[in-house]
């Protein structure tokens, strides 16, 4: 298996694997997710990678197993906090059928790589309270909880 930059001629094969997580964020949280639109991935995630957003595609023999979608940001200090630059990763996702193959493993350890090169203090991102096995995935890669966001329904 090799992890790359992904490019252009790749939308079709990012989009396909988008839509497993979309599907279940729009299970989870229906309110604030829409069902999987394959062209509406296919034309985001181009955009995507038209805009430089770092893009990586893990392949194994031919096969689109897995992406990564990150990008860099960078925080002024303020009166209330440090300057910061981290690599805030938006999206991971590995085809259902190849899961627990050491994929996601593999593109996370590529992100950090990137992260370092681009002298990151912390590679960061978010996952929905319903996705327990994401959690545990975050967790066993060294990810810790940082910051916890709370809700109120309805209004």
Do not use: C
């Not at 209330?80 to 805030?88: D, I, N, T, V």
């Not at 990151?120 to 309270?129: F, G, N």
């Amino acid at each position: 298996m090799s992890v790359r930059r992904a490019a252009e001629a790749d939308v079709d094969r990012l989009s396909a694997l988008s839509i497993g997580i979309q599907r279940l964020h729009a299970e989870g949280r229906p309110d604030l997710f829409r069902a999987p639109d394959h062209e509406a991935l296919h034309t985001f995630l181009a955009e995507q990678l038209a805009n430089g957003a770092i893009v990586l595609i893990a392949d194994l023999d031919g096969t689109a197993a897995g992406y990564l979608l990150a990008e860099i940001n960078a925080r002024p200090a303020n009166p209330f906090r440090h300057a910061s630059k981290s690599l805030y990763v938006h999206h991971i996702a590995v085809d259902p059928a190849m899961q627990r193959r050491g994929i996601g493993k593999q593109l996370m350890d590529a992100a950090v790589t990137v992260g370092r090169a681009k002298n990151v203090d912390a590679v960061r991102l978010d996952s929905w309270s319903f996705n327990h096995d994401a959690h545990t995935f975050f967790e066993a890669e060294g990810f810790t909880p940082l910051n916890v966001v709370f809700e109120r329904r309805p209004l």
